[in-house]
């Protein structure tokens, strides 16, 4: 059985109490998982985590996602 998605709402909320966001990072978890946006909180709606999802030292950043 595969966990259910969890909601934007639910991720946002998440986000809001983090120690990511204590951090400064926005810290939105991807859709999938695996992955926090690790931008400044920000109003628009790309997110990006720099730290995980690259394929190589050389990638500037990886995952990225827009919700
Ligand atoms: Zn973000």
Do not use: F, Q
């Amino acid at each position: 059985m595969v966990t259910a998605r969890r909601s934007l709402a639910e991720r946002i909320r998440e986000a809001k109490t983090s120690a990511g966001r204590a951090a400064g990072y926005c810290w939105l978890a991807h859709p999938d998982g695996g992955a926090h946006c690790t931008r400044r909180p920000h109003e628009d709606r790309r997110h990006v985590d720099y730290y995980n999802g690259r394929t190589s030292h050389t990638d500037t950043h990886g995952t990225e996602w827009t919700e």
